[in-house]
């Protein structure tokens, strides 16, 4: 499915480097947290991957099989914005909230506390 030496490039996280993050966390049946997963990593994988913008997707699961966390890195808001405004977005998001209740939100990194 997805590029092993993607799936090993870590994650640079800054304040000001990228400008945005959009945070989703969804709330899914635990029955559902691995169909959900696979169809977010699809989504990024055949869609998100190519758009204008785009950074970085990491995506989550919480242990008691309740949550699935996505945390994206853009260029800007209105990277993000156009990519779930696009066609090809629409199939996946439909798929995806139909099965998992996202709460999503776009950030900016203010701080890293690294050990």
Same mark, same amino acid.
């Given at each position: ?47 998100? #991957? ?6 970085? *997707? ?7 099989? =309740?949550? !699935? @966390? ?19 977005? #629409? ?6 909230? *139909? ?7 776009? =950030?900016? !990194? @203010? ?5």
């Amino acid at each position: 499915m997805s590029d092993p030496a993607a799936q090993n490039a870590p994650t640079t996280i800054r304040p000001g480097d990228p400008p945005v993050a959009f945070v989703n966390v969804f709330t899914v049946d635990p029955d559902d947290q691995g169909r959900l997963l696979d169809l977010l990593a699809a989504f990024v994988e055949e869609t998100v #991957r190519r758009m204008p913008g785009f950074v970085s *997707a990491n995506l989550h699961r919480s242990l008691d099989g =309740t949550r !699935v @966390v996505n945390y994206a890195q853009w260029e800007s808001a209105e990277a993000l914005q156009a990519m779930l405004a696009h066609p090809d977005a #629409r199939p996946h998001l439909q798929r995806i909230t *139909a099965i998992g209740r996202g709460d999503p939100t776009v =950030t900016e !990194v @203010v701080s890293v506390h690294p050990r």
